[in-house]
């Protein structure tokens, strides 16, 4: 049976668009990375830290090759290996993505000075499935929170769909089918009629403080929110100042994508992207000072 599927975006009919080639998909991702995310907290700052990794001791695809399609990291928090399946996510597909996060020591070996501004040699994981659709009964599996055989690792699938107006547009449109297991701070914030991460609620708050002081020095905003909110790399970074700590750790360490970033009077700033359970409430209190409304959301 062949279904008819289309999407009518501004008035523009668009038709279904399949990718063909799994390389293909692959460049798309590398290209635009955010499209991993699987959330609006940990898993929305992505990464890609390299592609078409070989790995020894695991099952050759139809090159004769054992390798992994993308290595990313998620808000410098969990390292991803990425898998991609041109069709619908499989048992198959999800086997041999276990079987490569099972040989995760060839990649921490590999890329020991990347994973961390430590070096940890144990970083978090989590393997992502790609395909462009899944089955009801499965994707259940990983929204109920599915973990791997070994070592117990987090496994999120991702649904990729493409599609193509007349006028040549593209309109690209996932869905993730994830849930974190354990006892994580699962916590969100209210802020200005939105409900927000730790990440972008910091990102938010301090976009909306240098809108509305729209003549702010770097030197102003570091005032209003100083290092001490944060740690070690502070709130916000002059946009060389954040490049230069990228090209140092060979990890991102802002929020650096063009509409995140901020222009103030003597040139372009970036905040910081490492936010955690530990150094929240800081930046909360900072933000009422100046004049915030922030209140946690649980369950």
């Keep these: 049976m062949r279904i008819y599927r289309h999407i009518t975006v501004n008035g523009v009919q668009l038709e279904t668009f399949p990718v063909k080639r799994e390389l293909s998909m692959e460049a798309y991702l590398i290209d635009n990375e955010q499209v991993l995310a699987l959330d609006d907290d940990v898993f929305s700052n992505v990464e890609v830290i390299a592609a078409e990794v070989p790995l020894e001791r695991v099952r050759k695809n139809k ?25 619908e996510v499989d048992r198959a597909a999800l086997d041999q993505l276990e079987e490569y996060l099972s040989e995760k020591a060839q990649l921490v070996s590999t890329y020991k000075d990347t994973f961390g501004a430590d070096s940890s040699p144990n970083p978090k994981w989590i393997g992502v499935l790609v395909g462009s659709s899944i ?4 994707a259940k599996l990983f929204r109920d929170g599915y973990q791997t055989v070994v070592d117990r690792i987090p496994v999120a ?46 990102l938010v708050v301090v976009k909306r403080y240098v809108a509305s ?36 750790d060979e990890r991102r360490r802002h929020f650096l994508n063009p509409g995140d970033l901020m222009e103030l009077r003597d040139g372009p700033a970036a905040v910081c992207s490492q936010r955690g359970i530990g150094n929240i ?15 946690p959301i649980t369950g």
């Design 63 to 87: 090159d004769g090759e054992g390798r992994i399609d993308i290595l990313a990291s998620y808000s410098d928090q969990y390292v991803a290996i990425v898998a991609l399946k041109l069709g």
């Design 135 to 138: 089955a009801p009964d499965f």
């Design 157 to 202: 699938a991702l649904t990729l769909q493409r599609f193509r107006g007349w006028e040549g547009s593209v309109l690209v449109t996932t869905d993730s089918y994830f849930k974190l297991p354990g006892a994580k701070d699962l916590t969100k914030y209210l802020c200005d009629g939105k409900t927000l991460g730790k990440g972008r609620l910091v």
């Design 213 to 248: 002081h729209p003549e702010i020095t770097f030197a102003q905003l570091e005032k209003a929110f100083p290092k001490s909110v944060q740690g070690a790399l502070g709130v916000v970074s002059t946009l060389d100042q954040a490049n230069d700590i990228y090209a140092r």
């Design 281 to 295: 409430d800081a930046f909360i209190e900072r933000a009422a000072e100046l004049g915030f409304a922030v209140r």
